[in-house]
């Protein structure tokens, strides 16, 4: 049974680089044609995806913030991580990571399934 | 984009009563050349991983209650919740698996009465 769970820094300052990995552990990032997910969940705002990468290192972001999103994999330990640029106080939030199957040669996928619990990332200086 | 809205923000049902959410899409989510809708339900409690209840729009992920149920089609989905348990208190979201960007409702909080 594939789990995933976030680490990083809980607080970052404003205009810095947030940084976060997820560690996949029951299963490999390289295999099985899967599309690897960062999710966050905004206070009082909802859900918002931010993207994702492909077994195959292919990326897709959300419009909204692919200026200054960049999601990477590493297979040697089996993670992949989010690095968001320019932080302000709006990127507060509780940051998920979530495995998705792709749908097509699209690059569309179905739901995410399974996501890990989240990790608190706080902007503030 | 596909905005998603859900409706109540929150509900207070007494135990064992049903629950009842809405989710509504500004654009339909059923792909008529296999007639599936792509819209997904997702149960969100604190300190543990989103769970994914509902996927197809009415389909059951294994493991689930079946007092989870999930219908409509197009634009317009409810998740049902026919007998409400303790354990059932937490926020729900909707969200569709359409196209990119994926969307969410913005949650509709459950708790008991």
């Known amino acids: 049974q594939v789990q995933l769970q976030e680490s990083g820094p809980g607080l970052v300052k404003p205009s810095q680089t947030l940084s976060l990995s997820c560690t996949v552990s029951?299963?490999?990032?390289?295999?099985?044609?899967?599309?690897w997910n960062w999710i966050r969940q905004l206070p009082g705002k909802g859900l918002e995806w931010i993207g994702y990468i492909s077994d195959r290192g292919t990326t897709y972001y959300n419009p909204a913030l692919e200026s200054r999103a960049a999601i990477s994999v590493d297979t040697s330990r089996n993670q992949f991580s989010l690095k968001l640029n320019s932080v302000t106080a709006a990127d507060t939030a509780l940051y998920h990571c979530?495995?998705?199957?792709?749908?097509?040669?699209?690059?569309?996928?179905?739901?995410?399934?399974?996501w890990g619990q989240g990790t608190l990332v706080t902007v503030s200086s | 984009d596909f905005v998603m809205t859900q409706s109540p923000d929150s509900l207070a049902v007494s135990l064992g009563e049903r629950a009842t959410i809405n989710c509504k899409s500004s654009q339909s989510v059923l792909y008529r050349p296999n007639n599936q809708n792509y819209l997904a339900w997702y149960q969100l409690k604190p300190g543990q991983p989103p769970k994914v209840l509902i996927y197809w729009a009415s389909t059951r992920e294994s493991g689930v209650p079946d007092r989870f149920s999930g219908s409509g089609s197009g634009t317009d989905f409810t998740l049902t919740i026919s007998s409400l348990q303790a354990e059932d208190v937490a926020v729900y979201y909707c969200q569709q698996y359409y196209t990119t960007p994926y969307t969410f409702g913005q949650g509709t909080k459950l708790e008991i009465k």
């Open positions: 979530a495995r998705a199957k792709p749908r097509d040669h699209s690059g569309n996928s179905d739901w995410f399934d399974p």
């Open positions: 029951g299963g490999s990032v390289s295999s099985g044609n899967y599309y």
